[in-house]
């Protein structure tokens, strides 16, 4: 063992004892994930021998697998990070198909022998802030037998993130590290045009979410002549700055659960009182959502079908993620007064050999029903579909598709039709 894994250890030593065979364990994932306490267990993985993992790790952002570490450790989680698919393959990941609102609600009922939250240094008050993700830990917090704070010198306060008692941890360590970021990756020039169509779909005054990457990803940069606009929203990116600089932004208002982008835009919100940060409960839970006027949620998908199902979880017939949050905000953004919810995607794949617009779903589970499908974008136009009948979805989706794959999609849909 290195030296600098001997000092991780013996800084994490007091919460490493408390790990034991049979025990549930909390673990905080999307970016409150504790890269330090990941490389401690690389270090001595007889820590998980017979150990149970809960928590949300989420592709793209977690790309650490605590199962490969010892073949009896098991961990259930709700999306499935590339890395951890041999595990999964193993049989030691329980993959629960639940969408973000459900992931709260199930790890928010389970018990937990030890539930370890990643947070700030105390304030006077004697609460140490989340910082920048309050998504679950508050909801497992109150569920475990033994609980441990990870006190990060590093993490920002934000004014209104929420907060755990110091005097209620058993367990407290201190530990500096660096925090999950998102790399900067600009989008292509097919994303910012898919963007810029999602863009037009946008009134003044709306209430926004946004996924991650992709067209969704790319919206910032055209919004910025918008006015009023409040974010809502499981996430906050450096975008939400882009608007603020351009005066898009209502002044008030704006709620995430955590925030996903640099360094310079965690700063910022620690200097800032721009986000009011709350729990999966309350930024996914449909009566929350649904209350909120005209809230826009564009998210995106890997294939819809022309009866307007959505693919979000299978790529090339495996496993590339899980359901995630995109149907508890398409459902409550159809339900809000002057909502509308937006699947954003490119019209094909694989260099353009591959229609993402297809007859039918070939993904052995459909991510979101057609019953939840309301408008469908790609760099080729929109699609409604809310009020629609089945032979007009087919026809407004086949009129956005790539133009190589249209007269298949009508040929297909014209043989499909026959057989119903």
Not at 7 to 26: E, Q, R
Request: proline share 7%; with cysteine.
């Amino acid at each position: 063992m290195g030296s600098g894994n001997l000092a991780l250890s013996a800084a994490l030593a007091p919460l490493l004892d408390a790990f034991a065979p049979g025990m549930d364990i909390y673990l905080p994932g999307t970016t409150a994930e504790v890269a330090e306490l990941a490389d401690a267990l690389s270090a001595e993985p007889e820590r998980l021998r017979g150990v149970h993992v809960r928590g949300c790790f989420v592709p793209g952002m977690n790309a650490f697998d605590y199962a490969r570490l010892h073949p009896e450790a098991r961990l259930t989680t709700f999306m499935l990070p590339a890395q951890m698919r041999e595990s999964f393959r193993a049989g030691r990941i329980n993959l629960i198909g639940r969408t973000y609102r459900g992931a709260a609600d199930t790890l928010a009922a389970a018990e937990y022998d030890l539930a370890i939250a990643h947070v700030a240094p105390p304030g006077p008050d004697g609460l140490c802030s989340l910082g920048i993700a309050s998504d679950f830990a508050p909801l497992v917090w109150p569920r475990a037998r033994r609980r441990a704070l990870i006190i990060n010198p590093d993490m920002p306060v934000p004014p209104r993130a929420l907060k755990l008692p110091l005097a209620e941890a058993d367990i407290v360590v201190e530990c500096a590290g660096p925090l999950v970021t998102m790399a900067d990756s600009p989008a292509g020039e097919e994303a910012e045009r898919i963007a810029r169509r999602v863009a037009a779909l946008i009134p003044d005054g709306a209430h926004l979410q946004t996924g991650i990457g992709g067209a969704p990803g790319a919206i910032w940069n055209f919004l910025t002549d918008h006015k009023e606009l409040t974010l809502y929203s499981g996430m906050a990116n450096d975008g939400l700055l882009t608007l603020a600089e351009a005066g898009a932004l209502a002044p008030s208002g704006h709620v995430a659960g955590i925030a996903y982008g640099s360094r310079a835009f965690y700063d910022s919100l620690a200097r800032t009182d721009l986000i009011d940060f709350r729990t999966v409960i309350d930024t996914h839970g449909f009566p929350q959502l649904s209350a909120r006027p005209r809230l826009h949620a564009i998210n995106g998908a890997l294939e819809v079908d022309l009866f307007g199902q959505v693919n979000v979880e299978w790529q090339g017939g495996k496993l590339a993620s899980g359901v995630g949050g995109g149907p508890d905000f398409m459902r409550g953004a159809a339900a809000s007064p002057g909502g509308r919810s937006i699947i954003a995607l490119p019209s094909t794949a694989r260099k353009r050999s591959l229609s993402r617009i297809v007859a039918r779903l070939s993904s052995p589970s459909t991510g979101i029903a057609r019953s939840d499908s309301d408008t469908v974008v790609t760099e080729h136009g929109v699609a409604e579909l809310r009020d629609k009948g089945i032979d007009a979805r087919a026809e407004a989706l086949i009129a956005i598709a790539d133009p190589a794959f249209r007269d298949d999609l009508a040929e297909s849909w014209r043989a499909l039709r026959a057989t119903f």
